[in-house]
């Protein structure tokens, strides 16, 4: 029979599909132990590369910083995974059996973990490239792209923060506030500084002894800002429409799949539904909504991100992940790339170089990704520009950077559920007690924060090295201080 003859096949839908290709298949997160030990040794060569090459630490410093991090399974919908290999890491500290490798001339950290129950050692690299931060390779030799030089605006010399770099040196804080400030790094050894500023000028900055005013410190998650805050100068330029359109990711384009139903504004927002199965090394299957493995494969993190599956009606359910945030990186990578513009320039163009953010740099995946969810390097001076352009209700040296009303639709949390807004977190539940309810903060792993108080004014950024405990109440008490000595 022939197939112009043939019935209608009753299992499913058999009309033509309009645009595009079905969805890729789903990503299946690997938990076997091998695995996890794998990307355990990759996140470490990333971390070592990320301080002693973009940071620019100094190895001994690099050293007595470096915290190692185990790798876990992703958490289900209630709970993350609580890391249980900490003391599999410190016994083979102490047995030898993990040995770490730099390589100055190429930017290169390798960390192998020799261990006979695993065969083979496990062996994992990370490089740093100008311009690309500290890129994990893991287990393969070479990268699947050419890091080329990336043509980047810088400011006017001479000209005043924030539109450029020049800074008169503040005048000695008041005495409450240096109190605070003393308080403050006695009490948080991994802090590489703080800086208070207002739109106009910075009030005062101040570093620990491995932090430095040109410095580029980690933002991890404070990157999710930056990508939120690019969604919406693509608005601005016309580029899409609005954040409660259908998000137009590239591998999404078969129109009948429930991932076509997801917007913009809920990736944003941490309520897209994406997860996907992970599978274990005991043969069970269960479904994970973390992604840290972005930080930890040598993968495309844009493809991986796009191959989630849709676990929860979108839009119902608050769950913090990093797949959302790398399928707007894929977006974003997208629109840029079919108008025929060169990614890399057209992407620091948008944004942090319109802010004069010279320093500011976005970590890359192997497939030369700049990873749209975390592991960004900027000085604090460059990070408190982002803090101004919000201050400034989007608009920068004159010119309207953000939708009119951009703002308040980052700034404001989704629900009463949650404090998370668009990427930025807020004060509604009062982790900051002496802190406005409306004070908001771009947010990172380790405590990294650009704090935006809008009624005030003042904008605070702090970095912070990571896996290194913050006191919160004491940086509480220095930006409470800082309210009343200057707002």
């Known amino acids: ?20 290709d079905v969805l890729p298949d789903p990503l299946v997160y690997d ?29 001994a410093t690099t050293e007595r910083h470096f915290r190692w ?32 490798e730099m390589d100055d001339a190429d930017r290169r950290a390798v960390v192998r973990w020799n261990d006979a129950g695993f065969g083979e050692p496990v062996v994992g690299c990370a490089v740093a490239r100008p311009g690309y931060g500290g890129i994990v390779l893991g287990p393969h030799e070479s990268l699947r792209f050419n890091p080329q030089p990336v043509s ?11 539109l450029g770099d020049a800074i008169e040196t503040p005048p000695a804080p008041p005495a409450d506030v240096a109190r605070a400030l003393d308080t403050f790094f006695t009490r948080s050894r991994g802090a590489y500084g703080i800086l208070i500023a207002t739109p106009e000028r910075v009030l005062c900055e101040f570093y620990s002894e491995f932090g430095a005013a040109d410095r580029v410190t980690p933002s991890w998650s404070m990157t999710k ?28 384009g078969d129109p009948r799949a429930i991932h076509r139903l997801i917007t913009l504004d809920q990736l944003l927002r941490m309520r897209s539904g994406l997860a996907f199965p992970v599978s274990h090394g005991d043969g069970r299957v269960t479904l994970g909504f973390e992604n840290s493995a972005v930080y930890q494969d040598a993968g495309d993190a ?53 802010l004069c953010m010279a320093s500011y740099q976005h ?44 703002a308040d639709y980052a700034l404001t949390a989704t629900h009463t559920g949650t404090s998370y807004a668009a990427c930025f977190r807020t004060n509604i539940d009062c982790l900051f007690p002496d802190l406005p309810p409306d004070t908001a903060w771009a947010s990172g792993a380790s405590d990294q924060r650009i704090f935006i108080l809008r009624r005030h004014r003042l904008t605070v950024a702090v970095s912070n090295e990571t896996d290194h405990p913050m006191d919160l109440l004491a940086l509480n008490q220095v930006i409470a201080t800082a309210i009343a000595a200057w707002a």
């Open 69 to 100: 991090r185990p790798a876990v399974p992703p958490g289900g919908l209630g709970f993350r995974a609580a890391p249980d290999g900490q003391a599999q890491l410190a016994a083979a500290q102490r047995r030898s059996d993990i040995v770490v």
């Open 152 to 162: 980047r605006k810088r400011a006017e010399p001479g000209r005043a923060w924030p």
């Open 31 to 59: 938990a076997s132990p091998r695995t996890l030990r794998q990307r355990t040794v990759n996140f470490a060569a990333k971390r070592l590369a990320d301080m002693r090459y973009v940071s620019g630490l100094d190895r």
């Open 302 to 354: 844009f493809e991986a991100a796009q191959r989630s599956i849709v676990a929860t009606v979108p839009g119902a359910v608050y769950r913090y992940i990093n797949s959302g945030l790398n399928v707007l990186g894929a977006i974003i990578r997208h629109q840029i790339e079919q108008r025929g513009l060169p990614y890399y320039e057209t992407l620091y163009g948008l944004l942090v170089d319109r």
């Open 225 to 252: 800002a930056i990508t939120c805050t690019v969604i919406g100068r693509l608005i601005q330029e016309g580029w899409l429409a609005s954040v409660h359109n259908p998000a137009p990711a590239p591998l999404w």
């Open 1 to 20: 029979m022939s197939d112009q003859a043939a019935p209608v096949e009753p299992y499913f839908d058999r009309s033509p599909q309009p645009f595009g």
């Open 363 to 406: 970590s890359a995946d192997i497939a030369g990704n700049l990873i749209a969810s975390g592991a960004g390097f900027a000085t604090l001076r460059d990070y408190a520009k982002l803090g101004v352009l919000y201050l400034q209700n989007g608009v920068w040296d004159g010119e309207r950077l953000l939708p009119q009303g951009w």
